[in-house]
């Protein structure tokens, strides 16, 4: 598929992640979904993280071509990290990588955008 046509496919799903969304937030568990699927079409991978002696590090570690790493904390709309996640995040960009936060179907869009190879 061209990166034009990925895009037109990306803004469709997302459209239709919209159109299901009336009248709900949208749940972390879908930001979750939709976070994988859009990365894995884009030859990447987005593993869910959990550490059990380092707490507050962020939901997925994203793996793209060409050795791009990032880490992506997904929320519920509306939801706000805590302040231990705070802390965390702070560490691993000072440390320089880059971290995002998703909480709502535009932030996603916008991630997805800048990560595309």
């Excluded at 995040?89 to 932030?107: A, C, H, P, Y």
């Amino acid at each position: 598929m061209t990166a034009h046509g990925h895009m037109a496919t990306l803004e469709g799903n997302l459209i239709g992640l919209k159109q299901q969304k009336i009248g709900q937030m949208i749940s972390e568990k879908l930001i979750e979904k939709k976070l994988k699927n859009e990365v894995e079409k884009m030859g990447g991978l987005a593993i869910k993280f959990a550490s059990s002696f380092y707490t507050g590090m962020p939901d997925r570690i994203v793996l793209m071509p060409g050795g791009k790493i990032s880490f992506v904390e997904t929320k519920s709309e509306g939801k706000k990290t805590t302040s231990r996640q705070n802390v965390v995040i702070g560490i691993l960009r000072s440390l320089g990588f880059r971290v995002d936060i998703i909480d709502n179907l535009e932030t996603l869009e916008k991630y997805v955008k800048s990560i595309k190879p």
